[in-house]
Nanobody, 127 residues
Framework: QVQLVESGGGLVQAGGSLRLSCAASGRTFSTYGMGWFRQAPGKEREFVATISGSGGRTYYADSVKGRFTISRDNAKNTVYLQMNSLKPEDTAVYYC????????????????????WGQGTQVTVSS
């Protein structure tokens, strides 16, 4: 079992920044990959970014590449999503997720391969 708790969402103006955090518990954190997803009203949940268990590999959706940065602190059992140059179209509920089968050096972009999910945190970007 893995428990995930997100924090850091809020309301920000276009062009601003936010940092999301996701605290994990229940398994050795460095042994599995983590991802961030988002879901806007009326839309499907979409991939944002992912990071391997060791933190050495990352991958981003084209829509956020160059603006968002995923990182993790395995000593604190926490993964982060630094979001810069935010746009109104980034408005969504953001979820972190754990893929406990990925190991230390892999990651996945597919929603269905993630085993555990946080409760979500709202990010609203005003124009």
């Amino acid at each position: 079992q893995v428990q995930l708790v997100e924090s850091g969402g809020g309301l920000v103006q276009a062009g601003g920044s936010l940092r999301l955090s996701c605290a994990a518990s229940g398994r050795t954190f460095s042994t599995y990959g983590m991802g961030w997803f988002r879901q806007a009203p009326g839309k499907e949940r979409e991939f944002v970014a992912t990071i391997s268990g060791s933190g050495g590999r990352t991958y981003y959706a084209d829509s956020v590449k160059g603006r968002f940065t995923i990182s993790r602190d395995n000593a604190k059992n926490t993964v982060y999503l630094q979001m810069n140059s935010l746009k109104p179209e980034d408005t969504a509920v953001y979820y972190c997720a754990a893929d406990i089968h990925s190991g230390r050096h892999s990651y996945t972009v597919f929603v269905y391969e993630y085993d555990y999910w946080g409760q979500g945190t709202q990010v609203t970007v005003s124009s």
